[in-house]
């Protein structure tokens, strides 16, 4: 919708008009005459007004409601500060006072307009450094999800997780203040190397052949996650051109450790970012396979009691 033209026109009209009356009707005794100061501070208000009226309408073409609330609110404490300051620079003759009384002023500009002028500063930031990009899927102030928009105050996620407990979208679009990037850190899962690792573990009961469980469950990954390692060596070396990377392993392992519970079995495997939750879940249902088809039972921090004998011996 295009804006509306007719305040601004009818703004602008009113200025002229009075800038034509006001001198002419105080020249014919019609109004008594007004000092200069006052005639000039009718002028600044008018003129304030003026560039609201023109402003506004563009800012009401902003289809979303926060950015365009927030635009309103920075135009309205811009506008009225300059008409302060211009005001006090009417009536205020001492050059001293006019320059405190105008570090007041821009102090309670700066206040005022402490978020929007961080944000803008983020977005700046954003543009040199480029900590993320739209489509980066990012993790800030315990906010996850893929960006999929962004401005000068307001960052658009499709968020993740919450209630899903995967990485799975809660249909969510969540609008975060720019700000946030420079006083919280920003998790970028998928830019340049878009790969992260993940782990599954597993208890074994004691007396259980973990050399061969481990083994066989590192060869399941294997199979699972092979087409894979490749392509996230190649990505890996790339980013190893721009950062200070070591060589690492891109294989699946098994690391084994113990308490006084069980024998963890603990395998890490390498999943590409927007893959996790469909990987995990088939590595899972065959690694549960394997269990179930070898009969190796995992262990658990419950107790199963079984009473049959105790009944029995109790009934006879």
């Known amino acids: 919708m295009a804006p509306s033209y007719a305040k601004p026109i009818a703004a602008i009209a009113a200025v002229i008009l009075a800038m034509v009356l006001l001198p002419t009707l105080q020249n014919y005794g019609i109004i008594p005459t007004l000092t200069e100061e006052l005639v000039n501070s009718i002028y600044i208000m008018l003129i304030g007004i003026v560039i609201y009226s023109i402003i506004s309408p563009l800012i009401s073409r902003v289809q979303d409601e926060k950015p365009r609330f927030l635009l309103r609110k920075v135009l309205l404490a811009i506008i009225g500060s300059l008409v302060i300051i211009g005001l006090l620079a009417v009536w205020i003759k001492e050059a001293a006072f006019l320059s405190l009384s105008l570090g007041f002023a821009a102090a309670g500009l700066t206040i ?26 990012i993790s800030i102030n315990e906010v996850e ?16 997780r919450q209630w899903t407990d995967a990485d799975l979208y809660t249909g969510r679009i969540l609008m975060v203040p720019m700000n946030w990037i420079l006083s919280n850190t920003v998790y970028n899962y998928s830019k340049d190397f878009p790969y992260i690792w993940d782990r599954i573990w597993i208890g074994l009961l004691y007396g259980v052949n973990f050399s061969k469980v481990r083994s066989d469950i590192e060869e399941i990954a294997r199979q699972q996650v092979s087409g894979l390692v490749n392509e996230a060596r190649k990505d890996y070396e790339s980013a190893r051109e721009k950062y200070y990377l070591l060589e690492t392993s891109m294989e699946p392992k098994v690391f084994t450790s113990f308490d006084s519970n069980w024998i963890q079995i603990d395998l890490r495997y390498l999943v590409p970012i927007r893959e996790r939750a469909k990987i995990r879940s088939d590595l899972s249902s065959q690694i549960l396979q394997y269990l179930t088809e070898n009969k190796i039972t995992v262990a658990s921090s419950s107790m199963n009691v079984n009473l049959t004998r105790m009944l029995k011996e109790h009934y006879d």
């Open 112 to 137: 005022s307009l402490q978020q929007p002028i961080a944000s803008f500063v983020g977005w700046i930031i954003l543009a040199l450094e480029k900590p993320f990009a739209v489509g980066d899927r």
């Open 145 to 160: 999800g893929d960006v999929i928009d962004y401005g000068p105050f307001f960052i658009k996620i499709m968020e993740i």
